[in-house]
């Protein structure tokens, strides 16, 4: 009993193609974004190295060069808050087209799964019909389970976020604080 004909394996084989060579495509557009990313992380440090050095180097007193640097942590501390927001940003992208192409593939891959098991059923001797329904149940329970795990895993991405917000803000205003804390000291 032959359960697949030739262009049902030209066609699976013509569908996993195209799904290599959309990973391959979306696993490119997210190293794009994250070198676009770093290379405007790189200009503006540089800007700012340079700034800062020339700043650093009209300071003639104590107190103007730890107010100079207060800021520059503070200032510091907000640019990795902002570049760490950019590339999650980039990477739950990519994860979410990732899942979305995945479930995509599941959802062929189940339809293909569910002709072949009617395929059998239908050619399948007198008294199989248990047999076929223990394989639809593992079927659905399968379902069930990936289901489960996207939902979690979508739910880990969003606490993932949210997390990531609050330590941002957190050490970004901690070293705010600590720059003008600072500066406030060398004044007195």
């Not at 795990?149 to 949210?162: D, F, G, Y």
Request: glycine share 4%; charged share 20%.
């Amino acid at each position: 009993m032959n359960l697949l004909t030739t262009e049902q394996i030209t066609a699976a084989q013509k569908a996993n193609l195209e799904t290599a060579c959309g990973l391959t495509t979306r696993v490119v557009e997210g190293i794009e974004r994250l070198a676009e990313l770093n290379l405007k992380a790189i200009r503006a440090t540089l800007a700012e190295t340079q700034q800062t050095a020339l700043k650093a180097l009209s300071v003639n007193d104590p107190q103007a060069w730890f107010a100079l640097q207060g800021a520059l942590v503070a200032q510091s501390a907000e640019k990795v808050q902002l570049y760490s927001r950019d590339l999650f940003k980039i990477v739950s992208a990519a994860q979410g087209e990732f899942a979305q192409l995945a479930q995509t593939q599941y959802e062929a891959y189940n339809r293909r799964v569910q002709t072949l098991i009617d395929d059998v059923a239908r050619s399948a001797p007198a008294g199989s019909e248990a047999a076929v329904a223990g394989w639809k149940s593992a079927i659905g329970a399968t379902h069930t389970l990936i289901e489960t795990l996207q939902r979690a895993s979508q739910q880990t991405v969003q606490v993932a976020e949210s997390s990531l917000d609050v330590v941002a803000t957190a050490a970004s205003k901690t070293a705010q604080r600590t720059a003008e804390q600072t500066s406030a000291a060398l004044r007195r």
